[in-house]
């Protein structure tokens, strides 16, 4: 089992910043990737950004803007957002894709608001 918590997102003006940061914890051997997606109100859930130990991957709405993080020690990922946009409106979601014993695992957070005023 891998539980994630989600800092709380908030409202922001067009132009601002947020941060919001997710921490595994449970009993898995270790964490293959970690990332962040995005549902729109009537949409399916999109991805935002991912880590890995080697990479990272961005969607092309959100490069050069948002940058994502991972403490290993931790189990923590951040993303923070800068250049935020009303289009950025929507509720984030960590992801975490670990293995326990000689299973994969992906596990999602509960959510989170973010909301962009113009």
């Known amino acids: 089992q891998v539980q994630l918590v989600e800092s709380v997102g908030g409202l922001v003006q067009a132009g601002g910043s947020l941060r919001l940061s997710c921490a595994a914890s449970g009993s898995f051997s270790s964490v293959n990737a970690m990332g962040w997606y995005r549902r729109f109100p009537g949409k399916q859930r999109e991805l935002v950004a991912t880590?890995?130990?080697?990479?990272?991957n961005y969607a092309d709405s959100v490069t050069g803007r948002f940058t994502i993080s991972r403490d290993n020690a931790k189990n923590t990922v951040t993303l923070q957002m800068n250049s935020l946009k009303p289009e950025d409106t929507a509720v984030y979601y960590c992801?975490?894709?670990?293995?326990?014993?000689?299973?994969?695992?992906?596990?999602w957070g509960q959510g989170t608001q973010v909301t962009v005023s113009s």
């Open positions: 880590i890995t130990s080697i990479n990272t």
């Open positions: 992801n975490v894709v670990s293995r326990v014993g000689g299973l994969t695992y992906v596990s």
